[in-house]
Antibody, heavy 124, light 110 residues
Framework: QEQLVESGGGVVQPGRSLRLSCAAS????????MHWVRQAPGKGLEWVAVISYDGSNKYYADSVKGRFTIARDNSENTLYLQMNSLRTEDTAFYYC?????????????????WGQGTTVAVSS | QSVLTQPPSASGTPGQRVSISCSGS????????ISWFQQLPGTAPKLLMYSTHQRPSGVPDRISGSKSGTSASLAISGLQSEDEADYYC???????????FGGGTKLTVL
């Protein structure tokens, strides 16, 4: 069964850092591009970042560019999101998402497997 | 303000057909495939449609997707009570070099 399990969320002060992890199982992690998508309380979905299957290509939302870094360890079947210089507006539920149906980042695929999410709260 | 524009709400009665729109521009919907997601309260989103009109395994054929120019639509026929949820559209944006989501549409089954 394909599964994504996020961890690492918590409460952090503005300006501090946090690293999220996402453990993948039930599929060949190293052959899929992966995304992070977030959802602020009571709000809609916001795409955060994507990384190619081999880690060679990455794209970020303007709202996190320069502060967040997406990375992966294919030997450990794990996706990461390093979040630095956190702001109150980064408070959200963070989802790890698989990009399915095609191999490349920009191709006619879809976000087909979602984790259960982890909460990040940035507050003083 | 979302790059893709959806109506905040939609409604229908059981058995009816409803359509949810998603409006964008030439840099996103106009050039790229659309995805649609369903999110039930307290749960992670579920992929309903990808590449505009491709249904993932398990999604019933009473749900369909289409696109014309810079607008897309998700149609649900034979509306059921379990269809009551939030629906989001998404697409790659060539100008932003990233994915963009619509603000979401809350579907109510009356």
């Amino acid at each position: 069964q394909e599964q994504l399990v996020e961890s690492g969320g918590g409460v952090v002060q503005p300006g501090r850092s946090l690293r999220l992890s996402c453990a993948a199982s039930g599929f060949i992690f190293s052959t899929y591009a992966m995304h992070w998508v977030r959802q602020a309380p009571g709000k809609g979905l916001e795409w955060v970042a994507v990384i190619s299957y081999d880690g060679s290509n990455k794209y970020y939302a303007d709202s996190v560019k320069g502060r967040f870094t997406i990375a992966r360890d294919n030997s450990e079947n794990t996706l990461y999101l390093q979040m630095n210089s956190l702001r109150t507006e980064d408070t959200a539920f963070y989802y790890c998402v698989r990009w399915g149906y095609c191999t490349n980042i920009i191709c006619p695929g879809g976000m087909d497997v979602w984790g259960q999410g982890t909460t990040v709260a940035v507050s003083s | 303000q979302s790059v893709l524009t959806q109506p905040p709400s939609a409604s229908g009665t059981p058995g009816q057909r409803v359509s949810i729109s998603c409006s964008g521009s030439s840099s996103n919907i106009g050039r790229n495939g659309i995805s649609w997601f369903q999110q039930l309260p307290g749960t992670a989103p579920k992929l309903l449609m990808y590449s505009t009109h491709q249904r993932p395994s398990g999604v019933p054929d009473r749900i369909s997707g289409s696109k014309s120019g810079t607008s897309a639509s998700l149609a649900i026929s034979g509306l059921q009570s379990e269809d009551e949820a939030d629906y989001y559209c998404a697409a790659w944006d060539d100008s932003l070099n990233g994915w963009v989501f619509g603000g979401g549409t809350k579907l109510t089954v009356l």
